[in-house]
């Protein structure tokens, strides 16, 4: 499977953004599809997720549970994050992965990534 993000942007503290993760070549459903996030000298964070399959089993990290939303749109082959109430420590470049892992929260085991978006929130 090809993964591609997108909708990154440069916004204020309180902005909302979305993101998308395009899947072709295989559905996106067959992979567990995570987001994660990398700042400046630090490790690659896990941030959410959204199981493979037909159900909807989602994943957050403590810092954005209330605020991101993940969810899958099967008809448009696409993942999407949903980030309201932006916070500038959400600063990074957002990646998406596809994995067939049960360990979903470490970047390690995930087999397909796609390119970067930069997210940029400023205070």
């Known amino acids: 499977v090809q993964l591609q993000a997108s909708g990154g942007g440069l916004v204020q503290a309180g902005a909302s953004l979305r993101l998308s993760c395009s899947a072709s070549g295989r559905t996106v459903n067959s992979y567990t599809i995570g987001w994660f996030r990398q700042a400046p000298g630090t490790d690659r964070e896990f941030v959410a997720g959204i199981r493979s399959g037909s159900g909807v089993y989602t994943y957050y990290v403590d810092s954005v549970k209330g605020r991101f939303t993940v969810s899958r749109d099967n008809a448009k082959n696409t993942v999407y994050l949903q980030m309201n109430s932006l916070k500038p420590e959400d600063t990074a470049v957002y990646y998406c992965?596809?994995?067939?892992?049960?360990?979903?929260?470490?970047?390690?085991?995930?087999?397909?990534w796609g390119r970067g978006t930069q997210v940029t929130v400023s205070s």
């Open positions: 992965g596809g994995t067939s892992s049960s360990d979903y929260t470490s970047w390690r085991g995930y087999q397909y």
